[in-house]
């Protein structure tokens, strides 16, 4: 900390040279304390925490910042930057602020205490918090009459905490199961490990770090899998600083695993003597890789059942998953269709919308939950349709689809995939920046149902992707969690 304060000091010396009478003198030092009392400000220093303020991203921050004694800063230069002096994160002068040179970064973003400055409170709101906000900040406070500043460095630690981890099968590799393990939003940079059923740690693959727009990080760890103990696996990710660990575990049933016939092993062999093994066996396995969720439905058939308010688009999308008009508009009672999709045995069942602004009549409620008997022994799958728009999606809207959803099971969240249905509303933007803008009771309900969700679209008939790929994480939620179907009491 740097400090100038020197008017205390001038015209107090009085040499012994200089004579006076005892009057005069007095006069004099009177004069001088009248001065100083009258245009000089007092001496100030600037205080802050010594510890790192915890920024969480996302949301607003205060860099506490105080001057002591408690003088008004009102006439004084408040300048809050970082590495520049000239390059302010918020500068204060001539009783106002002044934008003229701020950090791009940080416009709209930062502002004082204006009642508080008569206080001698400079601190910083700085709202929005990013990632790039981590590091150190100066509170610099200076009085221009006199030339005397005094400054103090705020240290400020983003906190972000990422979502649960991701597992989904990337297909058969190297005579394994291909895992990816997937986790967003963290800072600082969290670790990610495989662990087996007893905790031990797994030699994992290659791991992927990138950023999102607001500098958070997303972590891909992947892993190659073979069949040995309880075949369980679990991915961890750690971040150590805030004590904050979270993890997601899968099962793979021993008979998804590639099985080599002792036939082909010999048969191999035989080749490898030859010289021609080589793209005979690359041919092999890559005929496995990728069918493994084509192995899983043909074994298993999967039932779906589409939940949402009333004109959220759930019948058109039955539609668009069975490929053809099997549902109606105006849907007033429980329908099922069936159908082969993606070379996978599905069911649909479709449902009456529950109100989304007033109380749902009891006897509508219990309709929609007794749709559940067209499935039995229950639905993979809820998929739980929440049309794209705009504007935040309200916490009433959210609240009726909680109460609906519970009435089935309390188990209901693990099971529940939200569908975000009128996909082509998005025109091509990114559905991440979509959610984010929705608002805090979406995000809380996304949460709830492991952050397992897929954009739909009627208009979107092209070659059946959006489709496969919505079949493919209802697998990955099914069976590599372990988790089945949803036992709904009724149906048991
Ligand atoms: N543009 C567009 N319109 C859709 C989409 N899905 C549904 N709709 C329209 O939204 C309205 C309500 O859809 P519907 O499936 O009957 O809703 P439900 O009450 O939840 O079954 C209908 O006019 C549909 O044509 C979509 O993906 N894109
Ligand atoms: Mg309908």
Request: hydrophobic share 35%; charged share 25%; aromatic share 8%.
């Amino acid at each position: 900390m740097s400090q100038v304060s020197l008017f205390w000091t001038e015209g107090l010396l009085v040499s012994p040279e200089m004579k006076c009478s005892r009057s005069e003198c007095l006069c004099l030092v009177l004069l001088f304390l009248h001065h100083t009392a009258q245009s000089k400000p007092e001496r100030f220093q600037v205080f802050g925490p010594a510890d790192p303020v915890v920024a969480a991203a996302g949301e607003e921050a205060v860099l506490p910042c105080h001057l002591q004694p408690n003088i008004s800063a009102e006439d004084l230069e408040v300048r809050w930057f970082r590495e520049d002096f000239l390059a302010p994160v918020h500068l204060y002068v001539n009783k106002r602020n002044d934008y003229t040179n701020q950090i791009p970064s940080y416009r709209g973003r930062t502002a004082l205490f204006p009642g508080e400055l008569k206080k001698g409170n400079t601190s910083l709101r700085l709202l929005g918090v990013k990632a790039s906000d981590d590091g150190s900040y100066k509170c610099f406070v200076k009085s221009k009459d006199t030339d005397s500043y005094d400054d103090r460095v705020i240290r400020v630690t983003v906190k972000a905490i990422g979502t649960e981890p991701v597992i989904s099968i990337e297909g058969y590799t190297e005579g394994g199961i291909g895992l990816q393990c997937e986790s967003k939003g963290w800072y600082p940079e969290p670790e990610v490990d495989w662990r087996d059923s007893e905790g031990r740690g797994l030699p994992a693959g290659r791991t992927e770090t990138h950023r999102d727009p607001e500098g958070l990080f997303i972590l891909r760890k992947h892993i190659i899998v073979h069949e040995g103990g309880a075949n369980s696996f679990t991915c961890r990710v750690t971040q150590r600083q805030f004590h904050q660990v979270k993890e997601a575990q899968v099962h793979i049933p021993g008979d998804f695993f590639p099985h080599i016939p002792p036939w082909t092993i010999a048969f191999f062999l035989l080749l490898a003597v030859s010289g021609v093994a080589i793209p005979v066996i690359i041919t092999y396995f890559y005929k496995r890789k990728g069918k493994l969720h084509e192995e899983i439905a043909q074994m298993r058939g999967l039932r779906i059942v589409l939940l949402g308010k009333t004109w959220a688009g759930k019948s058109t999308a039955g539609n668009t998953i069975l490929s053809r008009d099997e549902f109606g508009r105006d849907t007033e009672q429980c329908a099922v269709g069936h159908g082969r999709v993606a070379g996978r045995q599905v069911t649909v069942v479709d449902t009456p919308g529950w109100y989304e602004h007033a109380d749902t009549p009891e006897n509508l409620s219990s309709q929609i939950t007794s749709c559940l008997s067209l499935c039995p022994p229950g639905p993979h799958a809820v998929l739980l349709a929440i049309p794209v728009w705009h504007s935040t999606v309200p916490e009433m809207e959210i609240a009726a689809a909680v109460k609906h959803l519970e009435l089935l099971s309390q188990r209901v969240w693990r099971h529940t995939i939200v569908l975000f249905t009128r996909g082509d509303f998005l025109g091509g933007t990114d559905i991440r920046q979509n959610i984010k803008r929705r608002g805090e009771p979406l995000h809380r309900l996304l949460e709830r149902c492991g952050n397992r969700y897929h954009v739909f679209s009627s208009q979107d008939v092209e070659d059946g992707t959006q489709v496969r790929e919505l079949l493919e994480k209802i697998e990955d939620m099914i069976y590599l969690r372990n988790e089945g179907h949803l036992e709904w009491p009724s149906l048991a």
